[in-house]
């Protein structure tokens, strides 16, 4: 079975503290793909990065950052020195053979300034 | 460039009526999805388009959904007739035509939040 956990349903901080956002998979596949989105109250998603099961560099975007274990199936999403513009809906999402793209049910981060 | 257009934004409809969701995927991008988002959970796919065809409509609840795509390009979500538990935003996603062995990032409308009372 395919699945995608993201334990976090909610998190708060204040301003410029760091914070980490977990997604841990489930699949049977050995190729597949992981994203991260974003989603901001417009409600859109944005998309933030993929990474394919074979990659597992981690890798670092201005102050976003992911760690991707595939011994522990977890792609963890940092933003350092979190700003107020960070406020949205994180979803991690697993994309398999099949066409097959499932989603978690999404972290909800406040910054709080 | 521009994004992915749908279109209405917000609709509320009576429960037994229909309804109609337009999208108009960014140019180019062979492939389009819709996803059903509940409020409080995750995006959930319904059906998934390339070019004309369908490559996935598993989860589509085909007894009072429909979709279809024009030409290959628009495409148009029905639902007749909608049911309280339809209440929830439809996205409409598009990308590129994965190549060998990679997938292209979907990118998203804004949606349109149905309200069924």
């Known amino acids: 079975a395919q699945k995608v956990t993201q334990a976090q349903t909610e998190i708060s901080v204040v301003e410029k503290e760091d914070v980490t956002l977990d997604c841990v998979y489930e699949?049977?596949?050995?190729?597949?793909?992981l994203f991260w989105y974003k989603q901001p109250p417009s409600g859109e998603l944005v998309f933030l990065i993929r990474r394919n099961s074979f990659d597992e560099q981690n890798e670092i975007s201005g102050r976003y950052s992911w760690n991707f274990q595939k011994s522990t199936s977890s792609f963890n999403f940092t933003i350092t020195a979190s700003q107020v513009v960070d406020s949205a809906v994180y979803f991690c999402?697993?994309?398999?053979?099949?066409?097959?793209?499932?989603f978690g049910a999404g972290t909800r981060l406040f910054v709080k300034a | 460039e521009a994004g992915v257009a749908q279109s209405p934004r917000y609709k509320i409809i009576e429960k037994r009526q229909s309804v109609a969701f337009w999208c108009n995927p960014i140019s180019g991008h062979a492939t389009l999805y819709w996803y059903q988002q509940i409020l409080g959970q995750g995006p959930k796919l319904l059906i998934q388009f390339q070019n004309n065809g369908v490559v996935d409509d598993s989860q589509l609840p085909k007894d009072r959904f429909s979709a279809e795509r024009l030409k290959g390009v628009d495409s148009t979500l029905k639902i007749q007739p909608a049911k309280l538990e339809d209440s929830a935003v439809y996205l409409c996603?598009?990308?590129?035509?994965?190549?060998?062995?990679?997938?292209?990032?979907?990118?998203f409308g804004q949606g349109t939040r149905l309200t069924v009372v």
């Open positions: 999402a697993l994309f398999t053979g099949g066409f097959k793209t499932i």
């Open positions: 996603a598009s990308s590129l035509e994965p190549g060998q062995g990679a997938i292209a990032e979907a990118f």
């Open positions: 699949t049977r596949d050995t190729t597949y793909y």
